[in-house]
T-cell receptor, first 110, second 113 residues
Framework: SQQGEEDPQALSIQEGENATMNCSYKTSINNLQWYRQNSGRGLVHLILIRSNEREKHSGRLRVTLDTSKKSSSLLITASRAADTASYFCAFSYGNNRLAFGKGNQVVVIP | DAGVIQSPRHEVTEMGQEVTLRCKPISGHNSLFWYRQTMMRGLELLIYFNNNVPIDDSGMPEDRFSAKMPNASFSTLKIQPSEPRDSAVYFC???????????FGNGTRLTVT
C-alpha cells in the first residue's frame, strides 16, 4: 500500500503549546501536502511542499520534508482551540497518483 | 466562490436500494475526485476525472459503483444495489490538476441499513 502514515495518531496539548506531527511514505514523491479536517466537514488544504524543497512556512504552520528519510513534519506553533481537528498528509507520486495518510487527531485544550 | 457542493448531506437507505450522490465542482477546475472515508480504511480514492473523462477508476470497489461526469459542472456517484458495508462518508473534490491542492466538499454521509 502507498498509504502514508502519520505519527502520533492522536495528540492532546494545551493552548499555546506547539504541536508536531510526522508523516512517512514509501515511494518517491512529486510533492507532499497537508490537510485539516474539522468534524463533519471536508478536508481543507493547508500547505504543499515540493520534492525539491526542504522547508516551508505559512502563518503558524511550518512543514519540513526529508526525502532521504521519506518523511515530513507539520509544526503548528502557538496552538489555539480552533486548531482542534484531524490533520492528514497526502503525497503525490508516480503518474497522477495521490495517497492520503490515515490522519492525526489533534485536541487543543483551552 | 461557493466551493465544491455535494448533495445530499445525509442519506439513509435500505439495503438493495439505489443511491445517487451528486457533486458540483469549483468552476474552472478540470479535475474531479470521488473519495470514501471510513474509520477502518481512512480516505480511499474511488475515481478521478480529468476534463470530464474518467482517468483512474481502479478504486471503485465493485461493479455496483459507477460514476459519471456529463459536463464540467456536475458529477454523480451511483451505488446500485447498496449494501450496509457501503456506509461511509463520500467526498467529492476538485482541483486544477492532479498534483495541485484539492478542494473538498463537505461530504455525503451514507447509511445503509
Amino acid at each position: 500500500s502507498q498509504q502514508g502514515e502519520e505519527d502520533p495518531q492522536a495528540l492532546s496539548i494545551q493552548e499555546g503549546e506547539n504541536a508536531t506531527m510526522n508523516c512517512s511514505y514509501k515511494t518517491s514523491i512529486n510533492n507532499l501536502q497537508w490537510y485539516r479536517q474539522n468534524s463533519g466537514r471536508g478536508l481543507v488544504h493547508l500547505i504543499l511542499i515540493r520534492s525539491n524543497e526542504r522547508e516551508k512556512h505559512s502563518g503558524r504552520l511550518r512543514v519540513t520534508l526529508d526525502t532521504s528519510k521519506k518523511s515530513s513534519s507539520l509544526l503548528i506553533t502557538a496552538s489555539r482551540a480552533a486548531d482542534t481537528a484531524s490533520y492528514f498528509c497526502a503525497f503525490s507520486y508516480g503518474n497522477n497518483r495521490l495517497a492520503f495518510g490515515k490522519g492525526n487527531q489533534v485536541v487543543v485544550i483551552p | 466562490d461557493a466551493g465544491v457542493i455535494q448533495s445530499p448531506r445525509h442519506e439513509v437507505t435500505e439495503m438493495g436500494q439505489e443511491v445517487t450522490l451528486r457533486c458540483k465542482p469549483i468552476s474552472g477546475h478540470n479535475s474531479l475526485f470521488w473519495y470514501r472515508q471510513t474509520m477502518m480504511r481512512g480516505l480511499e480514492l474511488l475515481i478521478y476525472f480529468n476534463n470530464n473523462v474518467p482517468i483512474d477508476d481502479s478504486g471503485m470497489p465493485e461493479d455496483r459503483f459507477s460514476a459519471k461526469m456529463p459536463n464540467a459542472s456536475f458529477s454523480t456517484l451511483k451505488i446500485q444495489p447498496s449494501e450496509p458495508r457501503d456506509s461511509a462518508v463520500y467526498f467529492c473534490a476538485s482541483s486544477t490538476g492532479f498534483i495541485s491542492p484539492l478542494h473538498f466538499g463537505n461530504g455525503t454521509r451514507l447509511t445503509v441499513t
